[in-house]
């Protein structure tokens, strides 16, 4: 632990050391989500529900998502440079040190534009979600879960180029995609592309069940959310130790 917090302050202080600017960068994103939002409010009030669903929903929804990927960037955004360090080699200064690489290679950069998505989670909740202040600690929860599962699916995605030579551009691809099917109310997709997107693209886990259990809580929906983020956090750091098992040998 102490070695990860050590890793967290030098990471914040080379990527943040204008304050000012890093503070900028995050208001900037608060607005650019409000600015989305606003789609969904004229939706909303020319169609009061959609399946059931009605804004407050949707402002539960995506509160968690922006918060969850804020909290992802803010702390972890070294995740999207794994491919390329792969493709240049550099992440070979990761593989030779002592300690296992992916937290390092995690903490290795800072987004300063997830400070305006963590913000935008609470203000969704509480403007357009209807939360009470009481609701906070859970939807904090619930938010974190999310964030991890986010990261894992990051993980595994930005492992990819172990296998696949000159693809580094091919994870940001499935981060766009995972982004976009998580900011969409995926309760009136058909079931084919909800299996997807609680399997491959596990978008389900990090906002819609997360959402629902924050609209009404259900035990079983809630211990599903634990497990996902405990499974998918498991597949992410198998698919990181085979990537790099497959880069030694090849190097050698």
């Not at 963590?118 to 939360?131: C, M, N, Q």
């Not at 990819?160 to 766009?176: G, V, Y």
């Not at 693209?201 to 924050?214: D, H, Q």
């Amino acid at each position: 632990m102490d070695l990860l917090l050590s890793l967290w302050r030098v990471n914040f202080r080379a990527h943040h050391s204008n304050l000012k600017i890093s503070l900028l960068t995050g208001f900037v994103m608060f607005a650019q989500n409000l600015m989305f939002f606003m789609m969904w409010i004229v939706f909303f009030g020319a169609i009061r529900q959609v399946k059931g669903w009605q804004l407050t929903d949707v402002g539960l929804m995506l509160g968690i998502i922006t918060a969850a990927a804020g909290c992802a960037m803010f702390v972890a955004d070294g995740v999207r440079t794994i491919g390329y360090k792969i493709a240049d080699g550099s992440i070979d200064a990761f593989l030779v040190r002592p300690c296992h690489a992916l937290p390092a290679l995690l903490l290795s950069r800072s987004q300063a534009s997830g400070l305006g998505d963590i913000l935008s989670g609470p203000f969704y909740w509480f403007v357009f979600g209807g939360a009470q202040l009481s609701d906070l600690p859970f939807l904090i929860l619930l938010t974190l879960l999310a964030a991890c599962i986010f990261l894992a699916a990051l993980v595994v995605f930005y492992s990819l180029p172990f296998w696949i030579s000159r693809s580094s551009r091919f994870p940001d691809q499935l981060f766009e995609v995972l982004i976009i099917a998580s900011t969409i109310p995926q309760h009136v997709q058909p079931w084919g592309v909800k299996a997807v997107l609680f399997t491959i693209i596990p978008a389900g886990f990090i906002s819609l069940l997360p959402a629902s259990l924050a609209h009404h809580f259900d035990p079983l929906g809630f211990a599903a959310l634990i497990g996902a983020a405990g499974v998918y956090a498991l597949i992410a750091l198998a698919v990181f130790n085979a990537g790099v098992r497959r880069y030694i040998t090849a190097e050698s």
